[in-house]
């Protein structure tokens, strides 16, 4: 089975940044893309920002375009989501997510809260 632990968020002052990082361990086969995804009571459950691991593809929600950026580690089956000029609205419980060609998982969550 794989397994995803999520690290990194935290509470954060309004403008701040903080780096979410997502390690995928266990009986793993070929990953082939992965994301975050974030859940609040306003909105629900959405996605945030996806990446392929064969080439570059990324894909951003309109709400984190320019302030968010998707990255990740091949080798380590990581990815990474660094969060800049944070609003209280990016307040939730962000999700990473693995894909592989017949399989996803998720992980547990961890909580980013923006409040000053």
């Known amino acids: 089975q794989v397994q995803l632990v999520e690290s990194g968020g935290g509470l954060v002052q309004p403008g701040g940044s903080l780096r979410l990082s997502c390690a995928a361990s266990g009986t793993i086969f070929r990953i082939y893309a992965m994301g975050w995804y974030r859940r609040s009571p306003a909105k629900q459950r959405e996605l945030v920002a996806t990446?392929?691991?064969?080439?570059?593809?990324?894909h951003y929600a309109d709400s984190v375009k320019g302030r968010f950026t998707i990255s990740r580690e091949n080798a380590k089956n990581t990815v990474y989501l660094q969060m800049n000029s944070l609003k209280p609205e990016d307040t939730a419980v962000y999700y990473c997510?693995?894909?592989?060609?017949?399989?996803?998982?998720w992980g547990q969550g961890t909580q980013v809260t923006v409040s000053s």
């Open positions: 990446i392929t691991f064969t080439g570059d593809t990324t």
């Open positions: 997510k693995a894909d592989g060609s017949r399989w996803e998982r």
